[in-house]
């Protein structure tokens, strides 16, 4: 199996194949440790290494009989689970590149993503099929459906469950699979454009929550994963595990019911826990069972005064960290940290600055944007995947600008302040305004829009909308709401709603955010939550 993996360079700050791309990972444990379980369902089923091996060959074959070769790009459109988890490996088996975008995604998000992926295969889930009916799909031809149903007429289609095949079928690869090849494209949220395809290597992948970053997560650990495939939570921890040789539990959703009762039923050790999760865990009445589980560690981002009470009450260390998809981890904490807000100190292999507008570096205690490099090669993303001019943006003078805004203490504790771009995160996703606004622009009452994030109370932004009519136009909030259901992604539409005659503006015909931000929700400003207007996320 391994024999493939021969070391093919020097330098030590790269690991061999065998220990950073997944194909050997899978030929590997597979031989090593073949009855030792990888991966945990809710239903109490699980795979051993040598079942994760088999399973993924036969969908790789099934893959390569439709033609996927090596460095092609394949499209999944699926919200996590066993399907999920299979064709993000057996992609990878095969050598190519692993191409993830959110279920939520509709209307001109879709049609630009499946543009930008240049897959011809799109992997997606049978709930998901009647968006593909209106829209460009590039160069899709041919959709695998995970569940009942078939793709439009003008697709080819087949069931995912119909993709298997042997090893003796596999065909040989043109050339070792090395770790700075790329594995996945995830897609981040545009800030003056559309949404952002993230090139990843392995080696990405790897170090993101590799030994170097989180050197207190072992092989020994069983991680709860409760985010989906698209998210860089929901496909890079699955993948480190499978590099530590340790195993992980997939929970297809957060669910505060059922959360602990999975925790005990797997046996989990370790979990990933944004801020609105864990205020959720925590407004559940206290119980005798508080303590019943394995968990030792958890990551709580972001960290807010919740944090102490959580490893007070359920005697587990929590630790905190600044990631993005493009980057690996540059700041993480100590267990418990005591300092309120912090995100921590800077990781061994990583290098990070706080600059102006220049980038030239501002003081201790300044707030500026921060910039991170690492002294591993790929260990960060290798692009915007056909956006030379975003990418040469963010990678200007050697370092990449994350367009955040931090300060740092005399101890060399980094502390989030702001985003320097106008991306909003709600409950866990990143939301372009340059997106919402240009659906809600669509409406024919709306001349112009403006959208922001202001505080929640469950933690993280709100969407807010401040728009302006047409002249001689009124606008009914309620039927904006509806409007825009059936365009965007639920998590996208806006809570808020303030209309006004003009929107600020500089003497360069900018709107002012900055202005409107400050002002934030007002006295007459529209709440969809208080009209009782409910947009949910659809279940599959």
């Not at 439709?66 to 066993?82: C, I, S, T």
């Not at 209106?134 to 087949?158: H, N």
């Not at 100590?334 to 309120?340: G, V």
């Not at 409950?427 to 659906?439: K, L, P, Q, W």
Request: with cysteine; aromatic share 10%.
């Amino acid at each position: 199996m391994a024999s493939e993996a021969a070391a093919g360079h020097s330098d030590p700050r790269v690991p061999d194949r065998r220990r950073c791309v997944l194909r050997y990972l899978i030929d590997d444990w597979a031989e090593k440790r073949p009855d030792a379980p990888y991966v945990l369902f809710e239903d109490g089923s699980a795979w051993s290494f040598a079942e994760l091996r088999q399973r993924v060959i036969a969908v790789a074959a099934g893959l390569q009989r439709l033609g996927v070769a090596q460095g092609d790009h394949v499209a999944v459109w699926l919200p996590g689970g066993r399907e999920g988890l299979l064709a993000f490996y057996a992609i990878n088996y095969l050598g190519a590149v692993f191409v993830s975008f959110n279920t939520a995604y509709r209307g001109n998000l879709l049609e630009h993503v499946l543009a930008n992926s240049d897959a011809r295969l799109l992997i997606a889930h049978a709930g998901l099929l009647d968006r593909l009916a209106d829209v460009d799909a590039a160069a899709i031809t041919t959709v695998a459906v995970v569940g009942d149903g078939a793709a439009p007429v003008r697709f080819q289609s087949l069931n995912f469950a119909d993709l298997s095949g042997s090893e003796a079928d596999l065909a040989p690869l043109a050339r070792p699979i090395e770790p700075w090849d790329n594995q996945s494209i995830i897609y981040t949220s545009g800030t003056t454009g559309p949404s952002k395809g993230v090139l990843s290597s392995y080696l990405h992948l790897y170090t993101n929550a590799g030994p170097d970053s989180w050197p207190f997560i072992t092989g020994e650990d069983r991680f709860l994963v409760n985010m989906p495939i698209y998210h860089i939570g929901g496909s890079g921890i699955p993948f480190v595990m499978l590099a530590r040789g340790g195993s992980i539990a997939l929970m297809e959703n957060f669910s505060t019911d059922r959360f602990w009762d999975f925790v005990r039923a797997t046996d989990c050790t370790a979990m990933f826990l944004l801020g609105v999760m864990a205020t959720f865990l925590m407004k559940a009445p206290p119980s005798p069972r508080d303590r019943e589980h394995k968990i030792r560690a958890a990551f709580m981002v972001p960290l807010t005064d919740i944090a102490g009470p959580f490893h007070a009450r359920f005697g587990i260390d929590i630790y905190t960290i600044f990631n993005m998809t493009e980057i690996s981890s540059p700041i993480v904490s100590e267990a418990n940290p005591t300092r309120p807000g912090t995100c921590g100190t800077v990781r061994p292999g990583a290098e990070v600055r706080l600059v102006d507008a220049n980038d030239c570096e501002v003081p201790i205690g300044t707030v500026g944007e921060m910039l991170v490099r690492t002294d591993r090669p790929f260990a960060m993303n290798s692009g915007y995947h056909k956006n030379p001019e975003a990418t040469a943006r963010a990678w200007r003078n050697g370092w990449f600008h994350t367009g955040d805004a931090f300060r740092r203490d005399a101890d060399g504790y980094y502390y989030f302040v702001d985003r320097v771009k106008d991306a909003i995160r709600r409950r866990g996703e990143n939301i372009s305004s340059f997106e919402v606004e240009t659906d809600i622009v669509a409406h024919p009452h709306v001349r112009e829009a403006a959208v922001i994030g202001v505080p929640s109370e469950f933690s993280e932004d709100d969407v807010m909308a401040v728009i302006a009519p047409v002249p001689g136009a009124t606008i009914d909030c309620a039927e904006l709401i509806a409007f825009l259901e059936p365009r965007m992604s639920y998590f996208m539409i806006p809570r808020y709603i303030r209309i006004l005659d003009e929107l600020p503006k500089t003497a360069s015909a900018k709107v002012q955010k900055a202005g409107l931000r400050a002002e934030g929700v007002t006295h007459d400003t529209w709440d969809r939550d208080k009209a009782g207007i409910r947009v949910k996320r659809e279940k599959l």
